[in-house]
């Protein structure tokens, strides 16, 4: 049973809101006014929003990296696990043999799962259901592996006290090469912002965004790029508190899409922009 008062809302209720489902089906009056007065519980929502965001976004081409040794070794660590689970788990394969059948023993035919209606599925598994699965996705993304949504991963760093700074060379800096000024747009004056555009030395580029504005209650916060032309638009993500750095999509060209625009989102489960707009600048090269 939820509480109210000093209580945060369930974080059960707070996934369901960050998957899109409408406040009014998920939450109590109550929870609704604990969400529009607390700002931990709207970080959460939004955090969550991102995450769900990101994993919309797979695609086929997406791929898992192996994760260095380092990063078992340390949750080895810190969770005094016993020396016969020290080695890094080795991920589980389901392919196809050359027979038609899996390595779990089953034959292709049978590995196909009926159709079920989205409904269904929505009244069938409850909210503990989807917060058991996004710890299972946590522990599978730590120890199978890391997923980059657009183009294949770069390596984790190793936390080992190899990879620290032992005089070896440093990896080279990542070159801001364009930037841009945020405005405000007319229902938002005391907002402020900018952005700046961020290449690694291998090509990958990441949009950074600062932005300061009025609290609201309740929403979030999602950054977008924009064409010049108006005639397209690419959701980055959700922005949690006043800073954020999204990966920019592979193959998508900044000349074009040069406009960084932060709006007022809603929990309403419409993925589309909300046409209000907090802060948006054109970017220049730096």
Do not use: K, N
């Not at 709207?42 to 040794?69: I, K």
């Not at 006043?242 to 000349?255: M, N």
Request: glycine fraction near 12%; hydrophobic fraction near 40%; proline fraction near 8%.
């Amino acid at each position: 049973m939820v509480q109210h008062g000093d209580q945060h809302v369930d974080p059960e209720v707070l996934a369901l809101l960050a998957l899109g489902e409408p406040a009014d089906d998920v939450a109590d009056a109550g929870q609704r006014a604990h969400l529009a007065a607390c700002e931990a519980c709207r970080t959460e929502v939004a955090a969550l929003a991102d995450v769900a965001a990101t994993g919309r976004s797979v695609t086929d081409d997406d791929a898992l990296v192996d994760p260095p040794a380092g990063v078992w070794a340390s949750i080895h660590a810190e969770l005094g696990l016993s020396d016969a689970v020290r080695d890094l788990p080795a991920p589980a394969t389901t392919g196809t043999t050359d027979s038609g059948t899996t390595d779990s023993g089953t034959t292709g035919s049978d590995t196909t799962a009926p159709v079920v209606p989205l409904a269904d599925r929505r009244r069938r598994y409850s909210g503990t259901w989807l917060a058991a699965a996004a710890g299972v996705a946590l522990v599978a993304g730590v120890a199978g592996g890391v997923l980059w949504g657009g183009r294949d991963a770069a390596p984790v760093a190793d936390p080992s006290p190899s990879a620290t700074s032992t005089g070896s060379p440093s990896a080279p800096p990542e070159l801001t090469v364009a930037t841009a000024t945020l405005d405000p747009l007319p229902d938002w004056p005391d907002a402020t912002g900018d952005a700046r555009v961020e290449e690694a030395p291998d090509g990958a580029r990441s949009v950074v965004v600062q932005m300061q504005a009025p609290p609201t209650d309740g929403g979030y916060r999602e950054v977008w790029l924009i064409a010049d032309d108006l005639s397209g638009l690419v959701s980055l993500g959700v922005l949690s508190g006043t800073e954020g750095t999204f990966p920019v999509p592979d193959g998508l060209d900044l000349s074009t899409y040069s406009l960084v625009d932060v709006s007022e989102e809603h929990f309403d489960g419409d993925p589309a922009h909300s046409g209000d707009s907090i802060v948006r600048g054109g970017l220049t090269g730096a």
